[in-house]
């Protein structure tokens, strides 16, 4: 998508030249942090508002030497913590494609579905309306 | 109208992870909120490394990304996510 060919994770390939995802300088396992919105995005339209808490599980994030090159395409950081590091990245032009860092679903509830996983469900309804209209059924 | 959705989880069903229980539970929230019934496939991401694949994400209506790394197959969890952005499906990595 971006030329990026040796593209690596550091869990799985360490000594890779391209390490996109890189070890956390300090793990987020077990954490719940504050994450800002961007304005304007999928995530924001889905949550209403600016500053959200959610509950992280994982020590490998994006590696920040690789930000600008993988914004430069149609992907855009549409959450970033107070540091400013990336947690939730979009295809703003795409239905619903949306990816975080933490772990939306442990903060759900019957009482409160996470909104993102709401979003995500009526977009799904959204598509399979298109594709029953589609396919005559 | 739509009642029924086919949801493809790519990810290993792990039962004593706890992140995989909250997978289904969160999509059953979501789903009793917009009064849809779900059909939920967990998607080993050695099923999803061929091209053979096509078919089994084709059914789904979404896929979502499930946590847990290292997946068995890259490759295969990589083709689902490259599914979802080009054939325009809904996707959620979480």
Redesign the interface.
């Known amino acids: 998508m971006l030329g990026l060919n040796g593209a690596a994770h550091e869990e799985t390939a360490p000594d890779a030249p391209q390490l996109v995802i890189s070890r956390l300088a300090c793990s987020l396992a077990g954490q719940r942090q504050a994450v800002q919105v961007v304005p304007g995005t999928r995530a924001h339209q889905a949550y209403g508002r600016e500053r959200v808490i959610e509950a992280f599980r994982c020590h490998y994030g994006l590696n920040p030497a690789y930000r600008e090159v993988l914004t430069m395409g149609p992907l855009k950081v549409t959450g970033v913590d107070t540091e400013g590091e990336v947690r939730i990245v979009e295809l703003p032009d795409h239905r619903f494609f949306l990816t975080t860092l933490y772990v939306p679903q442990l903060s759900s509830s019957a009482e409160a579905p996470h909104p993102l996983t709401r979003a995500y469900l009526e977009a799904a309804v959204v598509f399979r309306a298109a594709r029953q209209e589609r396919e005559g059924r | 109208m739509?009642r029924q959705?086919s949801?493809g989880i790519v990810g290993n069903w792990d039962p004593k992870r706890?992140?995989h229980i909250?997978?289904n539970?969160?999509?059953?929230?979501?789903?009793?909120?917009?009064a849809?019934a779900l059909d939920i496939s967990w998607l080993p991401t050695r099923a999803l490394d061929d091209a053979g694949s096509a078919s089994l994400l084709q059914a789904c209506?979404?896929l979502?990304?499930a946590?847990g790394?290292?997946y068995e197959s890259?490759a295969g969890a990589l083709r689902a996510i490259r599914f979802?952005?080009e054939r325009?499906?809904?996707?959620?990595?979480?």
């Open positions: 739509v959705l949801i706890a992140s909250a997978t539970e969160a999509l059953g929230h979501a789903a009793d909120a917009l849809v209506d979404a979502w990304c946590p790394s290292p890259m979802a952005r325009n499906r809904p996707f959620l990595g979480t």
